[in-house]
């Protein structure tokens, strides 16, 4: 029996049908509101009068007779107030903490503290005689500053109140103190209720406690708790609370209470609750790779929980609860539910932070920010031209909600993209991009500069949403209450930014704008009797359900941890019994372990660590099921499971995996490819990561998307580091100069702004070298040239002679294959002989540790695995070069004739680690008495069994099973795993 059906039939036999009326029944939520009605209707076959139910909430507001006052407006009360207090408050600051302030207030009053006494606490004189400091604080610090605030708070707090009042509005805490300052009056004086019941509820505030108490000590209430014996006794956490009242003379006043009477002495005593402890229990814990991954796992969960459902007439309490520990999931699992599952009921709003329109409004803030200055001459002077870059560009135009627009209107758009690409515009003015866009509306409203000026900002706002709105208007798309609402925002904002003297710069006015996105919910509609209810922790207060999946049972979402954000100090908290993360901890693990007392099956989903360093810690509260409640109830064992990537074998089903199989015509463009077009050592590494791009880049040819940057990557970075040490050598070498002096580095080290600027303008034309991270790596390259030229004079300080035998090469050699013959080919930065050791010199602009060229085991061990092993990529590569170089039919690079009793030495040098210097690959040895003849032999017939591997035709071209690898690969959108 659920504890609601307990409790209305409770409830039902201590009144007759006419005087049940005057009772008064008080539960924590409005969800729960509507199930004790259906629960006490079902018990009586005739009408009656039902008592008034209603949440905690609303009955503290109709006794306080005041309306809760709308996040939204209470920060415009706040700064209103804050305004009359300190006229020169900063808007960027105030919208800072602005909803810390808040919630500390809220806080306050709740827990019914004397504010005076909390906000003198952390004054400074006081906190600073409190901690010992024998310190003054500089004026303007922001210790100043901090202590300043405040010493305004007060006074803030008393006149916000009161603004408040005057409107009849409250926010939450203030409403429940008001109540419980004029508890007497309100309930003696004024004629009302005769009874009241308050159900399941946890943690009173003192605000709560002390409403509470008069009611119980007038004869006018009842508690009527809801605990389980397993966590009652032993000082679990999540029974802190209700031990608390069960031991209070008052709070447990009246026949329901008597069942926890004695609870200690269980199991001799069998009246407290204990089906946590006596009811089988099937408990499922699932470890998923990452969080957006759990509502799919949960679809697949409840299709088969659905198969087995049957549905019947007339009310059933909802047998099936998907609960979030994280509601930034919501959208996610509400796009994942099976399509047997219609009808649902969520009882959580979406935040506008998790919609696509608040992404939209921070990628046109970004757009506007990031406008670069470029100057030209005109006349006798210098003009600036603001330019928009091509990254943000292109980021705003390909954003869903625009994209959805331009859908209609596709040539203006298509136009601006091609052209600034084809052109390799990597920044455009706003005349430029309004007149290739053919002055498109939506095009002009986009990139029309707001040069700081909020008012602008806001005209432009307004007209994208005129534009946007009837593109869902009559299609009942939420996309439609999130433009209402922006909208609805923007004439708050409007109106208040007004009222100021003073201008607002963007900065401000994107903190104020995103933080009333981000406070914005909007409701769902539903069939609150539905089988399936979703919804967060908090809203499962009072509610039973037999089966129950929960996500994101992780530690630091349940629960939180030590996150505390608030500007009273956790000293303070503790001094005048405000909450802290111990209390947060402690209600979260009673709504988690109450959850859990009259389910039969839950099924709990959390993360686990994807890769080295990954943090995914599954919540304590699962490790209390298994060690704690699972000794003590041997029903109620925890199953672990956990689904891996690419597949969910834990599940019983096999996730799609894409596969392209070998036909005949497949396995002659594999031949043709590696014949005409070579095997590189980067495309045998490529194959073992994921073969399917390797099917798409070397066999089919499907290009790789091309992007314009305005800012150099990674690859580039290497490129145009490279690139300068190669010119050198090509210099040097045709100056018939192959060993270099300490004269000749310390040259080019001179030489390194002047060489870097000109590799830069060839190589990364239209690019801009000497501003943001283009400026941040133009500097990273000096300071690595700078190291490595010192290198250099290092090694001819330590009597090593080098002599450059050839700069970057391209080696070719032919490997006979069945009849014919396939190219195998690579790229090497530099050939070098020391000491008479032929050294290949492979540059690393990342990090390379010599660690990373050692096989760390034995020659039988090694060559098994040497080819499919993902961390010896490098050593592939290194092996692949002197394969090249020894292959070499004439013995010669670079037109230096190689000896074929010198000793070739593949290694690297990187340059985040230079320190290391020349790091070779020492251990790479086919046989113990190996020679480059049989280095060569060996080496063709592992390069043979790739071969074979690649045209096996039992082995498909198939999806990685490491989604690590899709996330920065060109082909992830065509096999659907892009982000």
Not at 5 to 24: N, Q
Not at 582 to 598: E, G, K, T
Not at 864 to 892: G, I
Not at 936 to 942: H, R
Request: proline share 4%; aromatic share 12%.
């Amino acid at each position: 029996m659920s504890f609601l059906s307990e409790t209305a039939r409770y409830i039902f036999e201590r009144h007759s049908l006419e005087t049940i009326a005057r009772v008064c029944v008080v539960v924590p939520s409005r969800r729960a509101v509507y199930f004790f009605k259906q629960e006490l209707a079902s018990l009586s076959d005739r009408p009656f009068l039902a008592p008034e139910v209603v949440a905690m909430d609303d009955f503290i507001l109709q006794r306080a007779e005041v309306e809760e006052i709308d996040p939204v407006s209470l920060l415009f009360e706040l700064y209103d107030t804050f305004k009359t207090i300190d006229p020169h408050l900063d808007f960027d600051r105030f919208t800072s903490w602005a909803p810390v302030v808040l919630r500390d207030f809220d806080q306050i009053d709740l827990y019914d503290s004397n504010a005076k006494a909390v906000f003198s606490w952390v004054e400074a004189e006081k906190a600073i005689e409190r901690w010992k400091i024998d310190t003054t604080i500089a004026e303007d610090s922001f210790a100043d500053k901090y202590f300043r605030l405040f010493e305004n708070l007060l006074g803030v707090y008393d006149q916000l109140k009161a603004r408040l009042l005057e409107k009849k509005l409250a926010y939450r805490g203030m409403a429940y103190r008001k109540v419980a300052e004029e508890v007497e009056t309100i309930f003696l004086d004024k004629p009302g209720h005769a009874f009241h019941y308050f159900l399941g509820f946890n943690a009173l505030s003192q605000s709560e406690e002390r409403i509470l108490r008069k009611l119980v000590s007038l004869n006018k209430a009842e508690m009527l708790w809801d605990a389980d014996v397993f966590y009652l006794r032993n000082q679990h956490e999540a029974g802190r609370f209700v031990r608390k009242y069960l031991t209070d003379a008052e709070l447990s006043r009246g026949d329901w209470n008597k069942r926890f009477r004695n609870y200690r002495e269980f199991p001799q005593v069998q009246t407290v609750p204990s089906d946590l402890l006596t009811q089988p229990k099937n408990f499922i814990s699932i470890g998923v790779p990452n969080a957006t991954m759990q509502p799919k796992v949960a679809a697949h969960l409840m299709a088969q929980w659905e198969h087995g459902t049957e549905k019947t007439k007339g009310y059933q309490p909802p047998h099936t609860a998907l609960v979030l520990g994280d509601e930034n999931l919501l959208m996610p699992v509400l796009s994942s539910i099976p399509d047997s599952y219609d009808d649902f009921n969520v009882t959580m709003g979406v935040s506008l932070r998790n919609s696509l329109l608040y992404s939209l409004v921070e990628s046109w803030f970004e757009l506007q920010r990031n406008v670069v200055e470029f100057r030209r001459k005109e006349g006798q002077g210098m003009v600036a031209i603001p330019k928009f870059s091509y990254k943000h560009i292109t980021k705003i135009l390909h954003h869903p909600f625009i994209q959805k627009y331009w859908m209609e209107n596709e040539g203006s758009f298509r136009t601006l993209l091609r052209t600034l690409r084809d052109e390799n515009r990597t920044f455009a003015d706003e005349k430029e991009i309004k007149e290739l866009g053919g002055n498109e509306p939506l095009i002009n409203t986009l990139f029309t500069r707001w040069d700081n000026d909020s008012g602008r900002a806001t005209r432009q706002m307004y007209r994208l949403i005129d534009l946007l709105r009837p593109l869902y208007v009559d299609k009942d798309a939420i996309e439609t209450e999130y433009l209402y609402e922006f909208y609805t925002i923007l004439k708050r904002l409007e109106r208040v930014l007004a009222e100021r003297r003073q201008p607002v710069s963007i900065k401000s006015y994107r903190r104020f704008l995103l933080e009333l996105l981000r406070q914005t919910k909007i409701p769902f509609s539903g069939e609150p009797a539905a089988p399936l209810q979703i919804m967060g922790m908090l809203e499962t207060r009072c509610l039973d359900f037999e089966r129950v999946i929960i996500l994101s049972v992780n530690e630091g979402t349940l629960p939180t941890g030590k996150k505390q954000n608030s500007l009273i100090p956790f000293d303070a908290a503790c001094e005048f019994g405000l909450p802290t993360y111990m209390d947060a901890d402690a209600v979260m693990s009673y709504h988690f372990f109450r959850l859990l007392q009259r389910a039969k099956e839950v099924i709990f989903l959390h993360t686990v660590p994807a890769g080295d360093g990954a943090k995914a810690e599954p919540s304590r509260f699962l490790l209390q099921l298994e060690y704690e409640l699972g000794e003590q109830n041997k029903q109620a064992k925890l199953q672990k499971k956990r689904v891996e990537f690419g597949s969910e074998r834990s599940l019983e089903e096999e996730l799609p995996v894409l596969r392209i199989t070998k036909n005949e015509q497949i396995q002659r463009e594999i031949l043709q490819s590696l014949a005409n077009r070579g095997l590189y050592a980067t495309h045998l590494n490529m194959y073992y990561q994921c073969s399917l791009k390797y099917y798409f880049k070397r066999i089919a040819g499907v290009a790789e998307e091309e992007e314009l940057s305005t800012t150099l990557e990674a690859n580039d970075f290497g490129t145009w580091v490279h690139e300068v040490l190669e010119r050198i050598d090509r210099e040097m070498i045709e100056r018939n100069v192959r060993v270099y002096e300490r004269a000749d580095y310390e040259r080019f080290t001179q030489q390194i702004p002047s060489r870097l600027e000109a590799v830069f303008q060839e190589k990364f034309p239209g690019q801009v070298m000497n501003e943001g991270q283009n400026l941040l790596l133009y500097n990273l390259a000096k300071r690595n040239l700078r190291n490595y030229f010192q290198l250099r004079m290092d090694e001819l300080d330590a009597g090593y002679r080098v002599e450059v035998l050839a700069p970057e090469q391209k080696l070719v050699a032919t490997l006979a294959y069945g009849e014919g013959t396939v190219q195998v080919a690579g790229k090497i930065d530099r050939l070098e002989r020391v000491n008479d050791v032929i050294r290949i010199v492979d540059y690393k602009t990342g990090k390379v540790d010599a660690k990373n060229l050692d096989l760390k085991v034995n020659q039988d061990e090694w060559q098994p695995m040497f080819l499919t092993n993902q961390n010896w990529d490098v050593m592939r590569q290194l092996w692949l070069y002197k394969y090249l170089v020894l292959k070499q039919n004439d013995k010669r690079v670079g037109g230096v004739e190689l000896s074929a009793t010198q000793i070739v030495q593949p290694g690297m040098i990187s340059f985040r680690n230079l320190a290391a210097g020349f790091m070779a690959q020492e251990n790479l040895r086919f046989r113990p008495d190996e020679t480059p003849e049989t280095f060569l032999e060996d080496s063709e017939a592992m390069l043979t069994q790739f071969i074979d591997e690649l045209l096996d035709a039992s082995r498909a071209f198939e999806q990685t099973v490491d989604r690590s690898h899709c996330e920065y690969c060109d082909y992830a959108r065509i096999c659907g795993r892009a982000n």
